[in-house]
């Protein structure tokens, strides 16, 4: 039988009627209202049908009757939802697995079933009797943000229920950032049947521009702001772009505390100035939020910021849940519109105004909306808890068999085992609950984590959202680390006294200094004045190439001198020797 039926022509209909006509007809019938040969007619079922009806004939489904009970198919069915709600869905191939397991469990042997796995046809029919199921692309999280509970949402909430007594939503807002690239995605096109590499001549980079979005509880968009990156900003890249807009510029892109603190001055704050009474500002707990000039203001303005918990923002944050994904999509349209009608040609800054002023346009008739659904959706406004509880998982109070029970406990363990967090606490986070208001003797109060200046606190911004080791422990390890490396090599260490002269080359290793401490490296790229370097930093008695690059522009005088390749002393572990630093660390 082939996988789509089609009936063949001349053949006669079958069952060319609803359950509810039938039951209709039926009525008439018991009601002597019609007779058995007008109800035919009228109804257009066959006579033989409703005699079969009446007398209680052939009350069974047609065609084949299924592997599996209406019960066993309930039961899987719920097992699916439960997988998918506790973080671990299913594809068709784990089905399939589960199935056969659950026949070999049973001892039962399905004829049909190719060594008792159901086939891909079974799958659809299966599909098409429980309409409540259905086939989506899932989105993959960290175990971090797998690792909230339903009590952190709560005493999240009971904070934050109180910061927001009295204020209307004209004075709530949150403000995140995002990152729009030159790159519009894949699309389905039309090709000849059997083709197997299709290709879209478009041209696409990896470069991207920061905007930070903020929006309030009733549904107003501020203006927004642009970073990009560079060491100078232009006139034309500012020109044609949507009305308040602001622009700024950074050497790495990303936004760090300046950039920030331009944004809240330019932005934020002559919004809340015309706005009485207090301000709630909602945001992640990012270190560079909250600089000291910051609280200043927002202390001196009436505005009082509330953090999100941690690993918690793709569903507590408003323009995460409902906003931003509207607004890469309607980004993606129009850069490939942009691009077909422009030679398929990159996204340069003096394009990007224009750009952003047509995105605003597309987004403007649904903007509102959503930013009023996601406060609504996040559980801010109005606040009520339990819309945020409904997107973690947990027992029902309906009566599970024990096949289902068992599942939700295996299910659970595995969860439990993949969030369970590590001792200790982010070295950047600010030590506020979520939900309560930050001041700035709170930001005075955090202890000091740092005692040497190493290359990784350069990195201007990094959104961690893994959780890290507490120092004792990072610490304990390395120097375990480098022990068990110390009793395997063999090779003896030697001290060359000075550099050697500098190599103007790219992929050249130098030596840089940077706050009076110096650090290896190599050249990426060059120029007259200055190079660009990726340097290493400092583990314990030796270096290793960080998992996030430090890259940064020095200028020629901070290269002190040429160093040999770093040699690496372990086959396993990014651990290097510089022989150079070796008489100075």
């Given at each position: ?258 950039s920030f603190l331009e944004w809240f001055e330019s ?120 819309v945020l509880l409904k997107k973690i998982p947990g ?23 993949w969030t369970e967090k590590k001792p200790g606490g ?160």
């Amino acid at each position: 039988m082939p996988r789509r039926y089609t009936r063949k022509l001349g053949s006669r209909e079958y069952k060319n009627y609803t359950e509810e006509t039938l039951s209709r007809c039926l009525a008439a019938i018991r009601n002597k209202e019609l007779s058995h040969r007008k109800a035919s007619l009228e109804f257009g079922i066959p006579r033989r049908t409703i005699l079969n009806k009446l007398k209680g004939y052939h009350v069974l489904n047609p065609g084949v009757p299924p592997i599996f009970t209406e019960h066993e198919e309930n039961i899987f069915v719920n097992c699916i939802i439960k997988a998918s709600d506790y973080g671990f869905p299913m594809g068709e191939f784990d089905l399939k697995m589960v199935v056969k397991h659950y026949l070999e469990q049973i001892g039962r042997v399905v004829k049909k079933f190719k060594s008792n796995v159901p086939g891909h046809d079974w799958i659809l029919n299966f599909l098409k009797r429980h309409p409540q199921l259905t086939k989506r692309f899932a989105d993959n999280i960290k175990k971090s943000r797998a690792g909230i509970t339903k009590n952190d949402l709560r005493q999240y909430i009971s904070f934050l229920s109180k910061e927001l007594e009295g204020v209307p939503p004209t004075h709530i807002f949150n403000f995140d950032e995002t990152n729009l690239v030159d790159d519009p995605g894949k699309k389905k096109v039309f090709a000849r049947r059997g083709t197997k590499y299709l290709e879209h001549i478009r041209t696409t980079s990896k470069a991207g521009t920061s905007i930070m979005f903020c929006g309030s509880a009733s549904g107003k968009l501020l203006p927004l702001f642009v970073l990009y990156k560079s060491r100078h900003i232009w006139s034309t890249w500012t020109e044609g772009g949507p009305p308040g807009t602001r622009y700024s510029n950074s050497t790495s892109g990303w936004f760090d505390s300046a950039s920030f603190l331009e944004w809240f001055e330019s932005i934020l704050i002559p919004e809340t100035r015309r706005l009485d009474g207090k301000k709630i500002v909602i945001c992640d707990n990012v270190a560079f939020h909250f600089s000291p000039k910051v609280l200043e203001l927002s202390e001196t303005n009436n505005i009082t910021f509330v953090c999100l918990p941690p690993n918690s923002t793709h569903i507590t944050q408003p323009l995460d849940v409902a906003v931003f994904r509207s607004v890469k999509g309607s980004w993606r349209k129009l850069l490939g519109e942009w691009k077909e009608n422009n030679g398929n040609n990159l996204v340069t800054k003096e394009i990007m105004p224009t750009l952003l002023g047509r995105l605003l346009i597309e987004i403007n008739p649904t903007i509102t909306n959503n930013l009023k659904s996601g406060f609504q959706a996040c559980g801010i406004f109005p606040c009520d808890v339990e819309v945020l509880l409904k997107k973690i998982p947990g027992q029902d109070d309906d009566v599970q068999s024990t096949i289902e029970s068992s599942f939700v406990t295996c299910l659970e363990k595995k969860r439990a085992e993949w969030t369970e967090k590590k001792p200790g606490g982010k070295r950047k986070k600010i030590n506020v609950p979520p939900g309560k208001s930050i001041t700035t003797a709170d930001l005075n109060s955090e202890p000091s984590t740092s005692t040497a200046a190493h290359p990784e606190d350069r990195i201007i911004y990094q959104d961690e959202s893994e959780d890290e080791e507490d120092w004792e422990t990072y610490r304990q390890r390395c120097l375990a680390e480098d022990k068990e490396i110390e009793e395997v090599m063999t090779v003896q260490e030697t001290s060359i006294p000075g550099f050697k002269p500098i190599v103007k080359s790219i992929s050249s290793y130098c030596i840089v200094t940077y706050e009076n401490e110096f650090y290896p490296g190599v050249i990426l790229e060059l120029s007259d004045d200055t190079a660009k370097i990726k340097s290493m930093k400092k583990s314990n008695s030796y270096w290793k190439w960080p998992e996030v690059p430090d890259v940064l522009e020095y200028e020629w005088k901070d290269v002190v001198g040429g160093i040999d390749e770093p040699i690496k002393i372990s086959k396993t572990r990014n651990i290097y020797r510089v022989p150079e630093l070796s008489n100075i660390y």
